[in-house]
């Protein structure tokens, strides 16, 4: 029989990761309009100068570290006087943790130097990197162009760099020059890598001529990249594609493999002949990728002895 080891009601919708020393961050996936009670009386002591925060301000990110017996080590919030939203956390060898939402406003989310400083668009993402120890936060950067960018994720690699993918509406301030795809096509989805000082090093749009949405990335053990998401286009997507080349029904999924180089080495279309949403992604030890999603297709799907 398995047993429980703990539980905690912890307020929000969270996206959780964990280090390879056992504890648990975990990082709302929505709004918080709670009182002060979520920031920890610790990170009061040292958040409030570095840039995270103990005091409640308006819809906010919330971030917390719990050890492996269940023990909350610290928590804050993040966010300014504008409404954020906490999408994914991730951990990185060294134990920094990083944050990635969205915000509709704010003016103070960026640490000096970031790699950008200030608001562009309707609305923006953010990628924030905290210290384990004290929940302090060590930088922070908004993410977007003059429209809107939604649907934040963010994975590390065994390097200590980090991954942001998103959904953009915006044709200028994502991708970088000489990436795969420097150019803003239509909806798109992108993939912009930074080291762990928050430098980025490259940045790319992934699509075709129609929509792309509902990114996710991971990162395997031998430094590739791993990006999946849904597209309603018929090019652009597909690359030494051994499973699937072309779009099969109203909407497929798509999984796409790059090199720490922004390069990308295989890329798939996944579906049937109806409508396919793939929302998540996942590597195993061996670098084998693992996809999941919903699907309205009767075919293209499973595999015999499934």
């Known amino acids: 029989m398995k047993k429980l080891l703990f539980g905690t009601l912890f307020l929000g919708t969270a996206m959780m990761a964990a280090d390879m020393t056992g504890w648990i961050s975990d990082a ?12 920890s009386r610790d990170c009061a002591q040292t958040c409030i100068k570095s840039g995270s925060k103990a005091v409640f301000v308006a819809d906010e990110v919330y971030l917390a570290k719990f050890n492996s017996a269940g023990v909350r080590q610290w928590g804050t919030y993040f966010g300014g006087t504008n409404t954020e939203e906490g999408y994914s956390v991730a951990v990185d060898n060294a134990g920094g943790v990083y944050l990635a939402g969205i915000t509709q406003g704010s003016t103070n989310l960026a640490s000096v130097g970031a790699h950008q400083a200030a608001f562009a668009g309707i609305s923006d993402q953010f990628l924030a990197k905290f210290n384990a120890n004290t929940g302090a936060r060590l930088w922070s950067t908004y993410y977007g162009g003059a429209n809107a960018e939604v649907a934040a994720n963010v994975a590390c690699d065994p390097g200590g760099n980090v991954y942001l993918v998103g959904e953009t509406t915006s044709p200028a301030g994502i991708a970088t020059a000489g990436s795969h795809q420097p150019v803003f096509v239509a909806d798109e989805v992108y993939l912009a890598k930074f080291n762990s000082a928050g430098t980025r090093q490259w940045a790319t749009y992934y699509g075709g001529p ?6 996710s ?3 395997d053990a031998a430094g590739h990249v791993i990006l999946s998401g849904t597209t309603d286009s018929d090019v652009g997507i597909a690359y030494n594609a051994l499973h699937q080349s072309f779009r099969a029904g109203n909407k497929d999924g798509f999984v796409a493999q790059f090199d720490g180089a922004g390069n990308v080495i295989w890329a798939t279309y996944v579906g049937g002949t109806d ?10 030890p061996t ?3 693992v996809v999941a999603g919903f699907t309205q297709s009767q075919d293209g799907i499973s595999t015999l002895g499934s």
Do not use: R, Y
């Open 275 to 284: 409508t396919e949403d793939l929302t998540d992604v996942a590597v195993d």
């Open 28 to 39: 709302s996936c929505g709004s918080s309009n709670a009182n002060a009670s979520k920031a």
């Open 210 to 215: 129609d929509v792309e949405e509902q990114p």
């Open 217 to 219: 990335v991971i990162c």
């Open 287 to 289: 670098g084998k990728v």
